[in-house]
């Protein structure tokens, strides 16, 4: 874990500082979020689109699954992939998803949250 935040400054200072956006860009997909949630964060009808949700409710969850605190059973499935997340890597995990701006092109309102796949 101590590795990981060291090499999470070592990368903000090195870099050409790179954004909290940039940072969690490179961390969903290095840590295989897009494996179920899909590549634009648009998620399927197994799991839940994170493209566009609001940073807030992101962090929340992120927070209760790193703690074991699931609602659901699908939850269980989501649990070790938040375990393994720090506070800075749920922050820019969550800035990435929540200021999404990947494609030009539409893809969900925040309101149409729950639903995902399906259309387009
Ligand atoms: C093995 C599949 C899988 C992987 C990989 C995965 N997730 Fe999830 N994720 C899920 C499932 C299933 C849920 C729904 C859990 C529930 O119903 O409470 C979920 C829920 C979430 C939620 C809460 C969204 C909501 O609407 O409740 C967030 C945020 C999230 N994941 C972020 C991530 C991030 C960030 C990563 C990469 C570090 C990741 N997930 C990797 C399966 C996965």
Redesign the pocket.
């Known amino acids: 874990m101590r590795v990981v935040v060291l090499l999470f400054l070592t990368l903000m200072t090195l870099s050409a500082s790179p954004s909290a956006y940039d940072q969690g860009k490179k961390?969903?997909f290095s840590?295989?979020?897009?494996?179920?949630?899909g590549v634009s964060a648009e998620?399927t009808n197994?799991?839940?689109?994170?493209a566009f949700?609001r940073k807030a409710?992101?962090?929340y969850?992120?927070t209760r699954?790193r703690a074991k605190q699931?609602?659901?059973?699908?939850?269980?499935?989501?649990i070790?992939?938040?375990m393994?997340?720090s506070d800075a890597?749920?922050d820019a995990?969550?800035t990435f998803?929540s200021d999404y701006h990947e494609h030009s092109k539409e893809h969900y309102s925040p309101d149409n949250?729950?639903t995902g796949g399906g259309s387009s």
């Open positions: 961390l969903y840590k295989g979020c897009n494996g179920c949630h998620g197994l799991y839940p689109p994170l949700r409710f992101l962090v969850k992120l699954l699931g609602d659901t059973q699908l939850s269980q499935m989501m070790p992939f938040a393994g997340l890597q749920i995990l969550t998803l949250s729950m």
